[in-house]
């Protein structure tokens, strides 16, 4: 890839702000550079601005080298880069599967970056000649988000490798926030072959800490470096990169048995949504989520949060029409879901 064709000529030229820690990294008795506290409380410095430990201890664990990784404020940091990294505002485009996740969206209107949502098939599948068909000289990038939020489906690696080949000099995201649920592989075998791909993960969803914020973006060095030239210098808190540190020392175990939980518990809520006489429809799922097509979604949706359960509303989202995204649940939870959804009478 020439990646000086898809890169903003003024993020290219960027000289980066050059941080304390970026100017001294190694051990010392005195630290008088960086303006902070001396009085030492345990935060009173500023963290590693790229996160060492953390991708050192992660890189193993996703198969790819540290410096291939970019970790974030959440994986819609990396949205939010994605956009001011490769797309010149005014002018570039982003083409995207739809239904999918709303920030790709938003994230174009903010950089003021013209977003093009071509449909999936009826059975969420992608259509890659009308994808295809939207894609332009001025594209930067293909969104593509497998496992899909809100259908629940994975794609093929066919579909992702279709786009990523036949378009060199486009970025190809594959966002896999779900992945860990996902009887499919990870999209991250491919970053060797492909130099246009980025692959997101995120540490909110299996990993079960969505309040830390840590989001991960996977590619070649060298997108991974441009992430790092336009990022907050320290823009992973010392909070963050503790706790994910020792989640990744003590908890690897712990969360895929997490993972294998939440899998039989999806199946277990699904048959029994599937006995409702309000279900008329369980998509499959790869997610932590259930797709339900409902007899009356408003009504439903209204219904359970009368009764405190909150479920999600995609009825007005395209291809969703009549459906509640459920995410699953604690065996309780999910038996509370369903007692109330039996006693639904409407
Ligand atoms: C597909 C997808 N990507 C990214 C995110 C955001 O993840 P994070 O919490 O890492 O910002 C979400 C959150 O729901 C999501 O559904």
Redesign the pocket.
């Given at each position: 890839m020439e990646l000086s064709s898809v890169v903003r000529p003024n993020i290219l030229a960027l000289e980066p702000y050059s941080c304390a820690r970026d100017e001294f990294k190694g051990e010392a008795s005195v630290f008088l550079d960086a303006n902070e506290s001396p009085y030492n409380n345990g935060l009173n410095r500023y963290p590693d601005p790229l996160q060492s430990e953390v991708k050192r201890l992660l890189a193993p664990l996703k198969g790819v080298h540290e410096d291939q990784i970019f970790l974030?404020?959440?994986?819609?940091?990396?949205?939010d880069l994605i956009y001011r990294i490769f797309c010149q505002p005014h002018s570039d485009n982003v083409v995207a599967i739809s239904p999918?996740?709303g920030?790709y969206k938003v994230c174009a209107d903010v950089n003021d970056v013209l977003y093009h949502a071509v449909p999936l098939t009826a059975d969420f599948q992608i259509d890659r000649k009308a994808l295809a068909g939207r894609v332009t000289l001025r594209t930067k990038v293909i969104w593509i988000?497998s496992?899909?939020?809100p259908t629940g489906n994975a794609f093929p690696q066919a579909d992702i490798e279709f786009f990523a080949s036949r378009y060199p000099n486009k970025i190809i995201v594959v966002?896999e926030?779900?992945i860990d649920f996902s009887s499919q592989p990870s999209m991250t075998s491919l970053l060797d072959r492909y130099p246009n791909l980025i692959v997101?993960?995120?540490?909110?969803?299996a990993w079960g800490h969505?309040a830390m914020?840590?989001?991960?973006a996977m590619a070649s060095r060298e997108i991974i470096s441009l992430f790092n030239k336009v990022k907050y210098p320290y823009n992973v808190s010392e909070l963050t990169q503790r706790e994910a540190v020792r989640m990744l020392t003590d908890d690897v175990d712990k969360v895929r048995d997490q993972i294998e939980e939440v899998l039989a518990q999806r199946d277990v809520l699904r048959q029994l949504l599937l006995s409702l006489p309000c279900v008329e429809c369980v998509y499959p799922s790869d997610a932590n989520f259930l797709l339900v097509r409902v007899s009356d979604a408003n009504a439903i949706y209204m219904y359970l949060q009368q009764q405190g359960v909150i479920v999600r509303n995609r009825n007005s989202v395209q291809l969703c029409a009549g459906c509640l995204r459920i995410t699953v649940g604690t065996p309780e939870e999910n038996a509370t879901l369903f007692n109330e959804l039996k006693t639904y009478t409407r």
């Open positions: 974030g404020n959440g994986s819609d940091e990396a949205i999918s996740y920030m988000c496992p899909n939020n966002d926030a779900y997101l993960q995120t540490f909110s969803k969505a914020r840590l989001g991960i």
